[in-house]
Nanobody, 128 residues
Framework: VQLVESGGGLVQPGGSLRLSCAAS????????MSWVRQAPGKGLEWVAN????????YYASSVQGRFTISRDNAKDTVHLRMNSLNPEDTALYYC??????????????????????WGQGTQVTVSS
């Protein structure tokens, strides 16, 4: 199983970026996929996830209306389109297989090991 993120970089406040994650080694369309992020000095935060056929997507309140998750099952890729970026979006963004556990939804900490697989991350820095 391998997940490889790309597309991060430095962007000015108000700008946009599109992250991509290429998956291999498993039947991609069988799994929910998530994007999670870790800002400097903070814990892991779930950002968004999408179901196997791409018909349903869910977002953290902090990114709702600004970020869009999508997937291309023909290419085994998942994307995160990020608009109206602000400095609080600065973080290392990870692609992960699966969805956050109930413990996170009910207020617990999130760990990368809560997911079935994860990539190496791609850095997003929002700064003027």
């Amino acid at each position: 199983v391998q997940l490889v993120e790309s597309g991060g970089g430095l962007v000015q406040p108000g700008g946009s970026l599109r992250l991509s994650c290429a998956a291999s080694g498993f039947t991609f369309s069988n799994y929910y996929m998530s994007w999670v992020r870790q800002a400097p000095g903070k814990g892991l935060e779930w950002v968004a996830n999408i179901n196997g056929d791409g018909s349903a997507a869910y977002y953290a309140s902090s990114v709702q209306g600004r970020f869009t998750i999508s997937r291309d099952n023909a290419k085994d890729t998942v994307h995160l389109r990020m608009n109206s970026l602000n400095p609080e979006d600065t973080a290392l963004y990870y692609c992960a297989r699966g969805s956050p556990p109930l413990t996170y939804i009910t207020g617990g900490a999130l760990k990368l090991t809560d997911f079935g697989a994860w990539g190496q991350g791609t850095q997003v820095t929002v700064s003027s």
